[in-house]
Structures are given as structure tokens and as C-alpha cells.
């Protein structure tokens, strides 16, 4: 007989489906069981689509079998309207006997009230299975939810000897130091992710345009920082492709069409970002750079893990890489002439 861990595990391969496209709701996997054979199974619609459980109990042909069954699930079913009717109303009114629960939604208006409406109507419930893989597999969610703020990814490329880029530029576009695989993979992670944040030097040195364009799916919303508007039409990161976000010390008296313009005080840049994410409902955040906006992150200790691409290329000079401190390094992969680590921040883990 297979155990409770086997189907937690079937559930949460299901949850990793959904999550770009879920976002800002969490990604989800749902599995029903009868009598050792899973009969159906779901994960999250993209945002503002049907739940797992919905997905999983609609998969079941023969709805009598409910009836006798256990879902497993990876967060707790939620017990309020928002775009969906409440999940745990459908496993009550499907009369499913049994659920199994990796971890509790922190999200306030659930935290525990869709397994008391499960428990209330007579079902068999139990918690916790797997629960650290269950909650690993939305930290975003739960970052956003219980922290306050968004899941935070550094992210730079550096040169064999530590640098990001030569102190002077010819052209008006990005000197690139990793290879092909390693942007098409940043494209992918861009992909994963709500936002993306640039200061005003990468803006100017490198016209960004922030796309997703070297991999399928959604653009970000894109964050710039300008603070005395030395950005024009002229630059990509202001054109259509995505919901812009401006952060600039004075709101501009000719503002740019369909940007959004927000005010912050730049003595401490990381709190207003945090801020300006909670506000925008943006769970997650990647920093692109360059150094000076990446080390005020790290140095405020705002990050929660960081992927760095190191080249064979030797500049000899120009602009230095951010300095990591306090950081875990978690693993290397070599990416044809890359090497790409990850670190993660034992302060915010």
C-alpha cells in the first residue's frame, strides 16, 4: 500500500505546473485517491482560474467514487469567495471522506478556517505531510503573506576577475559576459517571476528592454529607478511590452504615457522597493542590477537568494561585481562556458 508521502509527492511534482501562471494566487497540486489508485488530479489555473481541487475533482469520471476517496493537497483549501466559490464547500458538498493537508494557508482569510469547515462537516482531516517540501514550493506566497514582502532574486553576471562591465561604454547597449544558455535561462527565470527592478545606470548604459522575448511567457512588470527623470521615450524599458513601474524622488511634470510614476525616498532604497511590491500585490521581485542597487539590497539584508553567472572573460578593469556577505552557497552548474551559482540567505530562509 502507498503511503500519504508518495501522493503528497504526486501532488507536489502537479504544483510546480501552475506556478507562473498562478501567480499571485499559489500554485497548487491536488491528487484523489480510491483505493490506492489515483482517480484524479489537478494543479492551479492560471490566476483567476479554477483551483487544484476543482481541477482534480472534475478529472474524476465516475463521481460516485468521491465518495470513498482521499484528496491529498498541497495548501490547505480555501474557505472564502474571491474569484472561485470556496474549495472546501465543493470536497464537503462532493462528499470526499478524507483529505490530506501538506500545510496551512497562511493567507488571512483562509489560515486555518478551510480545515475547521472540513472538520465542522465531518470530514476526516489531516495536516502537516510533507510540509516543509509543500510550503518550499510556494515560498514566494508565503514570503509575500507572512513577511510582508516580496520573494527577493538577485541575479548578475561577472567576469573572471569580478567585474560587470567595463567603466566605458561605446555603444548604448549591454556588454555581455555570460553566454547564449545562460540569457535564455535568465529569460526563463524572468518568466517565473512577477517583476524585474534596474537602476538608472543600467537604463542608460545598456537600453533593457525587461522581456521575456528568448523564452515563452509573460513579461514582468518591469521597475526602473529614475530619480531625476533622465529617462525619455527613447530608452525600451518605456515602451508597451509590460506594466511599468517609474520610482523617482519627484513626480515629473510631462509624465511618459502608461508609465506608472511612484515617489519614494531614496535614502533607503530596499524598504520603499518592499513597499512599492506590497502595494502593486507583487510577490516576487527579480534585481538585475547593477552593483550599487544590488549591494544596497544585500548590505540591507532584503534578498532571499541569488544566482550568479561568473565567465572566463578577463576585463582587468571597470565596474566591480557585487560582494555577497553572510550568503550559503547551494550549488554550481557549469552552463557550457558559465559557471552558474546559486546562494541562498540564511537570514531570510
Not at 488571512?108 to 510533507?130: D, P, S, T
Not at 524585474?196 to 545598456?206: A, N, P, S, Y
Request: charge should be positive.
Amino acid at each position: 500500500m502507498r503511503t500519504n508521502e508518495h501522493f503528497m509527492q504526486r501532488a507536489l511534482f502537479l504544483a510546480k505546473k501552475g506556478l507562473a501562471a498562478a501567480m499571485p494566487n499559489p500554485s497548487v497540486g491536488a491528487v484523489i485517491v480510491h483505493k490506492d489508485t489515483i482517480i484524479g488530479e489537478g494543479f492551479t489555473s492560471a490566476f483567476g482560474g479554477a483551483h487544484a481541487e476543482v481541477n482534480a475533482i472534475n478529472a474524476v469520471k465516475n463521481k460516485d467514487l468521491l465518495k470513498q476517496s482521499t484528496l491529498f493537497v498541497t495548501l490547505e483549501p480555501c474557505s472564502h469567495f474571491g474569484k472561485t466559490p470556496p474549495c472546501a464547500d465543493l470536497i464537503v458538498n462532493m462528499q470526499i471522506p478524507n483529505v490530506v493537508i501538506g500545510c496551512v494557508d497562511p493567507f488571512a482569510k483562509v489560515a486555518g478556517k478551510g480545515i475547521e469547515k472540513l472538520k465542522n462537516a465531518g470530514v476526516n482531516v489531516l495536516v502537516g505531510i510533507l510540509e516543509n517540501e509543500c510550503i518550499k514550493s510556494n515560498q514566494r506566497f508565503f514570503t509575500f503573506n507572512q513577511k510582508k514582502q516580496p520573494y527577493i532574486i538577485l541575479k548578475w553576471a561577472e567576469s573572471a576577475d569580478g567585474f560587470t562591465a567595463p567603466k566605458n561604454q561605446n555603444e548604448q547597449k549591454p556588454v555581455w559576459i555570460s553566454n547564449n544558455y545562460a540569457r535564455q535561462l535568465t529569460h526563463k527565470w524572468r518568466s517565473e517571476e512577477m517583476a524585474i527592478l534596474v537602476g538608472t545606470q543600467t537604463v542608460l548604459k545598456d537600453n533593457p528592454s525587461l522581456t521575456t522575448r528568448d523564452f515563452f511567457g509573460k513579461n514582468l512588470v518591469r521597475i526602473y529607478i529614475d530619480t531625476n527623470h533622465k529617462i525619455n521615450t527613447a530608452f525600451a524599458i518605456t515602451n508597451f511590452d509590460g506594466k511599468t513601474i517609474c520610482l523617482c524622488a519627484e513626480l515629473p511634470l510631462k509624465p511618459i504615457d502608461k508609465i506608472i510614476y511612484k515617489k519614494i525616498d531614496f535614502k533607503n532604497l530596499p524598504v520603499e522597493v518592499v513597499r512599492i511590491c506590497m502595494e502593486e500585490n507583487l510577490q516576487s521581485l527579480i534585481i538585475e542590477g547593477g552593483t550599487n542597487t544590488l549591494q544596497q539590497f544585500i548590505n540591507a539584508n532584503y534578498w532571499n537568494e541569488a544566482r550568479v553567472f561568473k565567465s572566463e572573460i578577463q576585463l582587468k578593469t571597470g565596474i566591480k561585481a557585487a560582494l555577497l556577505n553572510n550568503a550559503t552557497q547551494i550549488s554550481t552548474q557549469k552552463i557550457k562556458n558559465n559557471i552558474l551559482t546559486y546562494f541562498k540567505n540564511p537570514k531570510n530562509d
